[in-house]
């Protein structure tokens, strides 16, 4: 807020045209101490955007979204109406790993960074979709393999230095059926695709990434045991993205990752807003 008398004066001083226009509302700006639009937005608003294609990689968060069969279903709460006090508002119960999301490396790794840690330049970068989706359909325990990425190479180029790589198995398709996304048998056992531990571990060591994504629950397939794939991409410092959405519509290379991801502070992780431009 500025005080009247400083905009009073203010407006002693430039004409009406000037008031009104871009270096008037500078000035104005400028004497109220603020920073000043003249600084930032209208010399970006000028500058032609860099991409025309944006992709939402992110999945409503509903309330009856699957969950993760050990965390808590979410809650939203309305604490106040329009109708009834002027403003609306409610109170969000989540669990971190709800909705689409990301696993900060301390989720796993005594000592990773947490989500107010990870450094925001590792949220934009290059984004390689590598599709088992074929597979999937009919084996929901398969995973992203060595040769998946290998493959993937072949055809698109070596993966880009500081690349996110995601993978495409269609279970994105699932989201409104939490009994067909989560995919549990008769002994509760989950089956859904996901990295294996040695496509993790080449991706750490042979190439140069900065997180991974699913469109599943999870980086590691719903049978796997003991989380090989995030105890391997972890505590390298890798970051996860899980139930990404809508990866069949972006192309598998080309593209540059944003990751809106939360910022509290000693996260494990949190509901993120996942974009692909291009
Ligand atoms: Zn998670």
Same mark, same amino acid.
């Given at each position: 807020?500025?005080?009247?008398?400083?905009?009073?004066?203010?407006?002693?001083?430039?004409?009406?045209?000037?008031?009104?226009?871009?270096? %008037?509302?500078?000035?104005?700006?400028?004497?109220?101490?603020?920073?000043?639009?003249?600084?930032?937005?209208?010399?970006?608003?000028?500058?032609?955007?860099?991409?025309?294609?944006?992709?939402?990689?992110? &999945?409503?968060?509903?309330? !009856?979204?699957?969950?993760?069969?050990?965390?808590?279903?979410?809650?939203?709460?309305?604490?106040?109406?329009?109708?009834?006090?002027?403003? *609306?508002?409610?109170?969000?119960?989540?669990?971190?790993?709800?909705?689409? &999301?990301?696993?900060?490396?301390? &989720?796993?790794?005594? %000592?990773?960074?947490?989500?107010?840690?990870?450094?925001?330049?590792?949220?934009?970068?290059?984004?390689?979709?590598?599709?088992?989706?074929?597979?999937?359909?009919?084996?929901?325990?398969?995973?992203?393999?060595?040769?998946?990425?290998? !493959?993937?190479?072949?055809?698109?180029?070596?993966?880009?230095?500081?690349?996110?790589?995601?993978?495409?198995?269609?279970?994105?398709?699932?989201?409104?059926?939490?009994?067909?996304?989560?995919?549990?048998?008769?002994?509760?056992?989950?089956? *859904?695709?996901?990295? @294996?531990?040695?496509?993790?571990?080449?991706?750490?060591?042979?190439?140069?990434?900065?997180?991974?994504?699913?469109?599943?629950?999870?980086?590691?397939?719903?049978?796997?045991? %003991? *989380?090989?794939?995030?105890?391997?991409?972890?505590?390298?410092?890798?970051?996860?993205?899980?139930?990404?959405?809508?990866?069949?519509?972006?192309?598998?290379?080309?593209?540059?990752?944003?990751?809106?991801?939360?910022? &509290?502070?000693?996260? @494990?992780?949190?509901?993120?807003?996942?974009?692909?431009?291009?």
């Amino acid at each position: 807020m500025c005080a009247p008398s400083v905009i009073d004066s203010v407006r002693r001083t430039v004409s009406r045209r000037e008031l009104f226009g871009a270096i %008037g509302g500078a000035t104005l700006a400028a004497a109220c101490g603020q920073s000043t639009p003249a600084e930032a937005p209208p010399e970006s608003q000028r500058q032609p955007r860099t991409f025309d294609r944006i992709f939402d990689l992110t &999945h409503v968060l509903t309330m !009856s979204i699957p969950v993760y069969p050990t965390l808590t279903r979410p809650q939203m709460n309305q604490t106040s109406s329009l109708e009834e006090n002027g403003v *609306y508002n409610n109170d969000l119960i989540l669990g971190e790993h709800t909705g689409t &999301h990301i696993d900060a490396p301390m &989720h796993f790794a005594e %000592g990773g960074l947490t989500t107010d840690q990870l450094p925001a330049a590792r949220f934009f970068a290059p984004l390689a979709v590598v599709s088992i989706a074929a597979r999937a359909s009919d084996d929901p325990d398969t995973a992203v393999t060595v040769d998946d990425i290998l !493959s993937w190479e072949q055809e698109h180029g070596r993966l880009p230095e500081g690349a996110f790589v995601a993978m495409l198995s269609g279970w994105g398709d699932r989201i409104g059926d939490a009994d067909a996304f989560t995919n549990a048998d008769e002994a509760g056992v989950t089956h *859904y695709p996901g990295f @294996s531990g040695d496509a993790a571990a080449f991706l750490c060591d042979e190439r140069d990434i900065v997180g991974v994504g699913v469109d599943t629950f999870s980086l590691d397939t719903g049978n796997a045991e %003991g *989380y090989p794939a995030h105890r391997t991409f972890l505590p390298a410092g890798k970051y996860g993205v899980e139930l990404m959405a809508n990866l069949a519509t972006v192309p598998a290379v080309g593209t540059t990752i944003i990751v809106g991801a939360p910022k &509290h502070e000693r996260g @494990s992780g949190g509901p993120a807003r996942i974009f692909a431009v291009s």
